[in-house]
T-cell receptor
C-alpha cells in the first residue's frame, strides 16, 4: 500500500544544531506539506511544495527550509535549532492542490 | 482570511452515546475533510467530503457547501473514538485551513 513516512519519529537535540526531518511518500503525489502542531495553536503550515524544485513558505517558515529534488521526498531542515522549535512536526501530501490530504505519523522534536 | 469554527470545543460522552460535531466556515471552502487525531497523535482521515453525505460504519458526515458548514455524526461511541476531531477546508488559493478541533472523551 502507498504510504507517507516520517523519520525520525522522536529526536532530542541541542540549541544551535542543524536538524533534518525526513518525509517520504509513495503515492507519487505532487503536493507535499510540512506542519507543526503545538498546544493552543493547532496545525500551522511551515513550507509546502507543488512539485519537484518548487518550494513555498507557509505561515511559520522562519528558521526552516525545505528542498524538493524528487517527487517522493520533502526534507525539512532546521538550520540552527531553537527551543521555540520544540514541537510535533507532520508531513502531508495530496494528489492535487487542495485535494484530499494524507498525513505522516509525526516527528516529535525536542530542542534543549 | 477564512475562519473555521468547530463546536463544541470539548465533549464528554458515556460509551454508547451518539454525538454531532459541527464545523462552520466564514467563507466558501473547497475539499472539506474530517480527521481524527487519536491519543497517540496520529492524524487519521475520516472523510473527504466537499459536499453531500458519506457514511463509514458508525461515523457519517454531511457537508452543505452552500451554507458553509459540515457535520460529523458519531453513533454508539466507543472509548477508541476518544481524541481530537479536526475539520479542514481549502481556500480558492489552495491554502488549507484547520479548525481548532473538538476534543472528545468517551468514558467506559
Amino acid at each position: 500500500d502507498a504510504e507517507i513516512t516520517q523519520s525520525p519519529r522522536h529526536k532530542i537535540t541541542e540549541t544551535g544544531r542543524q536538524v533534518t526531518l525526513a518525509c517520504h511518500q509513495t503515492w507519487n503525489h505532487n503536493n507535499m506539506f510540512w506542519y507543526r502542531q503545538d498546544l493552543g495553536h493547532g496545525l500551522r503550515l511551515i513550507h509546502y511544495s507543488y512539485g519537484v524544485h518548487d518550494t513555498n513558505k507557509g505561515e511559520v517558515s522562519d528558521g526552516y527550509s525545505v528542498s524538493r529534488s524528487n517527487t517522493e521526498d520533502l526534507p525539512l531542515t532546521l538550520e540552527s535549532a531553537a527551543s521555540s522549535q520544540t514541537s510535533v512536526y507532520f508531513c502531508a501530501s495530496s494528489a492535487s492542490v487542495a485535494g484530499e490530504l494524507f498525513f505522516g505519523e509525526g516527528s516529535r522534536l525536542t530542542v534543549l | 482570511g477564512i475562519q473555521v469554527e468547530q463546536s463544541p470545543p470539548d465533549l464528554i460522552l458515556q460509551e454508547g452515546a451518539n454525538s454531532t460535531l459541527r464545523c462552520n466556515f466564514s467563507d466558501s471552502v473547497n475539499n472539506l475533510q474530517w480527521f481524527h487525531q487519536n491519543p497517540w497523535g496520529q492524524l487519521i482521515n475520516l472523510f473527504y467530503i466537499p459536499s453531500g453525505t458519506k457514511q463509514n460504519g458508525r461515523l457519517s458526515a454531511t457537508t452543505v457547501a452552500t451554507e458553509r458548514y459540515s457535520l460529523l455524526y458519531i453513533s454508539s461511541s466507543q472509548t477508541t473514538d476518544s481524541g481530537v476531531y479536526f475539520c479542514t477546508g481549502s481556500s480558492n488559493t489552495g491554502k488549507l485551513i484547520f479548525g481548532q478541533g473538538t476534543t472528545l472523551q468517551v468514558k467506559p
